[in-house]
C-alpha cells in the first residue's frame, strides 16, 4: 500500500514539474470562470494533469452570473463544489413572483418528487465575483491543477494536420506557451475565438442595464420579480443580505431611451420607475441618483458540436441564451458534469486519442439536449412573450399570466423546466401551446356574440404567432 501510494506522488510530482517547467499537460484550459473553474476541478479530481489559464484574478465585477437555479446548485453538488456558495451572503431563492400590470402571481420550484421529506428545492442568487472567488479557491486546492494568470491570444495548431496543440500567450509582456493533448475554451460571452471554430454570431437585440438596490423592499422576499408592463421585462432579485440586483432590459433604438429623452437614465427615471411596484420605487430612484449604471449584452447563440481536433469550445463561448430566466449557470455546471463522465479515464484513457475524444463530444452535443434545449428554448421563447411588441404577442402575454394564475400544474411544470428540474423537452411544448390556447380562450370568450367571428380570425393570427416563436428555437436545438 504505501509503495502504491509513493508511485502516485511521484507521478504527481514529475505532472506539477511537467505543468511548471514545461508547460505540458492533459488539459488547457481557456478561462477560469464558472465553467472554466468547474471543469478544471472536475479534471483534476480525475487524476488529469491540468494548466487553468486566466487574464486577471482580480474578481470580476459582473452583473449577470448572479442567480443559479435548483438544476445548478444540484450539478455543483454532483462535482463536490457545493461549499462554493457558502461564506458568500448567498439568498436562498423560492422561486418567482411574476407581476403583471400591478398584480401579482407566486410561482414556487415544484416540490421534489425524488425527495422523501417532500421538500422543495431552492436556488441561491449572490454577488458574482463572490462566487467566483470561492471557484477559483477550490481550484487552488483540487490535486494536479496548476493556474496562471497569462492572455491567451492564439491557438497552436500541427501545421500538416490542423490539430490544435495548445495556446500562445503573453505572460507579463513576454511571448510565453502551454500544451495540452486536450485545449478546452471557456472565454466566455465575448470570446476572441469563437468566430474561427463557429459558424453562428451571437445575435443580440437589448441589452441589460443594471443598478444595486439596497435594502430594497421586495413584494415576495426570496424570489425572483419579473415585472411586467407596456415595455420589455424588468428583473430583481436579493444577491445579498442589503442588496438586491435591478436588471432592466432596454432593446435597441428604444425611442424612450433615445439621447433627446435623457439616454438610458431618462428612460429608467420616466418610463421604468413610475411602473414598479410602490415598495420598490424609493430603493430604484436611490439607486439611480447614486449612479453605477452597468449593461451587458442580452445575446443569442445556438449550441454547435464541437469537430475540431484538440480543442474544445464550451459555456457562453459556445452557447447562449437570453439571462431572463437565469439559466447560464445551470447549463455550465450540468456540461461540465457530463464532460466529465463523457472524458473519464475509464472511456478515454489518453486525450491524445483525438477520434475517440471527437466521438465523445459528439455525444455531449446531443446528450445535453435533455436540459440545455430546455433552458436555451424556453428562455428565448419567454422572452419574446415577455417582451410582447404586438397585438398577438400581447394576447399570449397576457395568456401565460392566467395560466400562471391557475396554479397546480399549470405553475409546476413551467416553473420546473426553468429551475433545470424538468429535462423534457416535450414538457415545454405542452406547456407552450397549452398558454397559446388559453389565450385564444381569453380572446373569444372576452368579446360580444356578434364579434366572434372577427375573434376566430385573430385567434388564427395568435395561433400562428405562437409557431413563429417557439419552432425557430426547436429547429437550432435540432442542427449539429
Known sequence: MSILLSEKHTLADKQEERRRLHHEADVVIVGAGVLGCAVAVALGNQGRSVILLEKSWKAPDRIVGELLQPGGVAALEKLGLRDCLEGIDAIPVHGYEVIYYGKGVEIPYPENADDTDRKRPQGRSFHHGRFIGKLREAVMNTPNVTVVETTVTDMVKNQWTGQVLGVECQTKGEKDFYFG??????????????????????????????????????????????????????????????????????????????????????????????????????????????????????????????????????????????????????????????????????????????????????????????????????????????????????????????????????????????AGIIRRPFVLFYHFFAVALLSIWIMISSVQVSKTPMALVSSVGVFWKACLVIFPFIFSELRV
Open 181 to 418: 493533448h486536450l485545449t478546452i475554451i471557456a472565454d466566455g460571452y465575448a470570446s476572441k475565438f469563437r468566430k474561427d471554430y463557429i459558424k453562428h454570431k451571437p445575435v443580440s437585440r437589448s441589452k441589460f442595464w443594471a443598478l444595486e438596490l439596497i435594502d430594497a423592499d421586495l413584494p415576495r422576499p426570496n424570489s425572483g420579480h419579473v415585472v411586467l408592463g407596456d415595455g420589455a421585462p424588468i428583473l430583481f432579485y436579493q444577491i445579498g443580505t442589503h442588496e438586491t440586483r435591478a436588471l432592466v432590459d432596454i432593446p435597441e433604438n428604444l425611442p424612450s431611451a433615445s439621447v433627446k429623452n435623457g439616454g438610458v437614465k431618462g428612460h429608467l427615471q420616466n418610463t421604468i420607475l413610475p411602473n414598479l411596484p410602490e415598495s420598490l420605487q424609493p430603493s430604484f430612484e436611490a439607486a439611480l441618483l447614486k449612479g453605477g449604471l452597468k449593461s451587458m449584452p442580452n445575446s443569442w447563440l445556438p449550441p454547435s458540436t464541437n469537430k475540431q481536433s484538440g480543442m474544445v469550445i464550451l459555456g457562453d463561448a459556445m452557447n447562449m441564451r437570453h439571462p431572463l430566466t437565469g439559466g447560464g449557470m445551470t447549463v455550465a455546471f450540468n456540461d461540465v458534469v457530463l464532460l466529465r463522465d463523457l472524458l473519464s479515464p475509464e472511456l478515454v484513457p489518453q486525450l491524445e486519442d483525438t477520434e475517440v475524444v471527437l466521438k465523445q463530444m459528439s455525444k455531449f452535443h446531443w446528450q445535453r439536449k435533455g436540459l440545455t434545449s430546455v433552458i436555451n428554448i424556453l428562455a428565448q421563447a419567454l422572452y419574446t412573450l415577455f417582451a410582447a411588441s404586438d397585438p398577438q404577442l400581447k394576447a399570449l402575454q397576457l395568456g401565460c399570466f392566467r395560466y400562471f394564475e391557475r396554479g397546480g400544474s399549470c405553475v409546476d411544470g413551467p416553473v420546473g423546466l426553468l
